[in-house]
C-alpha cells in the first residue's frame, strides 16, 4: 500500500503537476475574480430569472451559485443540465453558458437555443467551439486559462459568475468576502499539500478512510448540498471509483432505511457528512440519530466539517479537502488522477 506521506512515492510527473496547480486554487481564485472585475459587461437590463447551463464541474458551479444567490437575490437561480432550454428563457433571462473545455455538446446545443430566445447570453469557457461561436455571435466571453484539468476548474467557472451578478448590482458588496475566502484557502492549504503527514492531513485521513470502500456523501440543502454532490463527481473522476451523494431532510425517508436494515452490501458503504454550523437544526439533530442508526450495519462513518466564518469561505473548504481527497485516493488506489 502506499505510504501517502512519501511525495516521492508520486512517480508520475503529471500527478506532481497537478498537486501543484492544486496548490495554487488561493492565487486561482484572486485571478478569476479579476479577469471577470476587468471584463467589458454587455447592457444587460432587467432580468427575471438567471439560468446556468453546462455539465460535469460546470453544473456544479452553477449549484452554488443558485444556492449562494437563493438568500440574497430575489429573482430565481435555475442550473440546466440539458441539451434544450426551460420554456421560461426568455429576452429578459441571464443565461450563463459554463463549459472549461468548451466543447460539450450539450452545453452548445443549449447556447443556440438561449440565443434563438434572445436571452442576454455570457459564456465562460477556456476556448473550444463554444469560444469561437460566441465570438463569431459577438457574446460576451469570460476566456478562462486554458492548462487546467476541467475538474479541478470549479472557481475559475464559478467566480466570475458571481462577479457579473455583483457588477450588475444583484448582489452586495462582495470583494470583502472574496477576500476573506482567498485568506482561508491559504490557511488550509497548508493542512492539506502533500508534505503534510497523513497524521495531520485531513484530506489522506479521508482518503484512507474511503479507501476500499463505496464512499457516499451525504450533504443538507445549501452549501453541503453541493459539497456532497462535487465529492461524489470528483471521487468518480479522479479515483474512478463509484461513489453517491444525497442530502437531508429528504434521503431520511429513503436511503437510511436501506442502510438501516441488515444486509452484507452495506458493510460497504462509508458515509461521509459534509456539515456545517449554518446547517438547519432539524438537520443537525437528524444527522446524530441517522449516525446511530447505521453504526451497525455500515462500514463506517464520519463527518467533514466546513471552516471558516463567510458563506464562500466554508463552500470551498469542504471543496478544496475533496480535491486534494480525490488525488490522494486515486493514489492509494493505484488509478491516475489526471486522466
Ligand atoms: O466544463 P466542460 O468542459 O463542459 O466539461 C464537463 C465535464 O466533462 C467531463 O468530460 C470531465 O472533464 C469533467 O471534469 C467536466 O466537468
Redesign the pocket.
Known amino acids: 500500500m502506499i505510504n501517502l506521506d512519501d511525495v516521492q512515492a508520486v512517480q508520475n510527473l503529471d500527478t506532481k503537476e497537478l498537486l501543484s496547480t492544486l496548490g495554487q486554487l488561493p492565487e486561482q481564485c484572486e485571478a478569476a475574480w479579476c479577469l471577470a472585475e476587468q471584463l467589458e459587461l454587455p447592457k444587460i437590463g432587467a432580468v427575471s430569472n438567471i439560468v446556468v447551463t453546462?455539465?460535469?464541474?460546470?453544473a456544479i458551479s452553477g449549484d452554488l451559485l443558485r444556492v449562494f444567490c437563493g438568500s440574497r437575490i430575489s429573482v430565481p437561480v435555475i442550473v440546466n443540465r440539458d441539451y434544450i432550454m426551460p420554456e421560461f428563457v426568455s429576452a429578459d433571462t441571464l443565461v450563463f453558458a459554463?463549459?472549461?473545455?468548451?466543447?460539450?455538446e450539450a452545453?452548445l446545443s443549449a447556447y443556440e437555443e438561449a440565443r434563438s430566445k434572445n436571452a442576454y447570453l455570457i459564456v465562460i469557457a477556456s476556448g473550444g467551439r463554444l469560444t469561437e461561436k460566441a465570438v463569431s455571435d459577438r457574446i460576451t466571453v469570460i476566456k478562462l486559462p486554458d492548462h487546467m484539468l476541467?475538474?479541478l476548474a470549479m472557481a475559475q467557472?464559478f467566480l466570475p459568475m458571481l462577479c457579473v451578478l455583483y457588477r450588475l448590482g444583484l448582489l452586495e458588496e462582495m470583494t470583502g468576502e472574496i477576500a476573506d475566502m482567498v485568506s482561508h484557502l491559504k490557511i488550509i492549504r497548508e493542512e492539506l499539500k502533500p508534505e503534510i503527514p497523513e497524521n495531520q492531513n485531513p484530506a489522506k485521513q479521508l482518503a484512507r478512510l474511503l479507501y476500499n470502500r463505496i464512499p457516499v456523501f451525504w450533504g443538507s440543502a445549501g452549501i453541503t448540498e453541493v459539497a456532497a454532490y462535487r465529492w461524489k463527481e470528483i471521487i468518480n473522476?479522479s479515483a474512478k471509483l463509484p461513489a453517491f451523494w444525497n442530502m437531508l431532510p429528504d434521503l431520511d425517508f429513503s436511503e437510511t432505511l436501506a442502510l438501516k436494515s441488515h444486509c452484507d452490501l452495506q458493510r460497504q458503504f462509508f458515509v461521509v457528512f459534509l456539515r456545517d454550523a449554518y446547517d438547519h437544526p432539524m438537520v443537525q439533530r437528524r444527522t446524530e440519530a441517522i449516525k446511530e442508526m447505521i453504526a451497525e450495519n455500515a462500514a463506517g462513518s464520519t463527518d467533514l466539517n466546513s471552516s471558516g466564518s463567510t458563506t464562500l469561505a466554508r463552500a470551498f473548504s469542504l471543496f478544496y479537502t475533496g480535491d486534494y481527497a480525490g488525488i490522494y485516493l486515486a493514489l492509494l488506489c493505484g488509478s491516475d488522477p489526471g486522466c
Not at 54 to 58: C, F, H, K, N, Q
Not at 98 to 104: K, M
Open positions: 453546462g455539465l460535469g464541474v460546470s459554463a463549459a472549461y473545455s468548451g466543447n460539450t452545453t476541467p475538474r467557472l473522476e
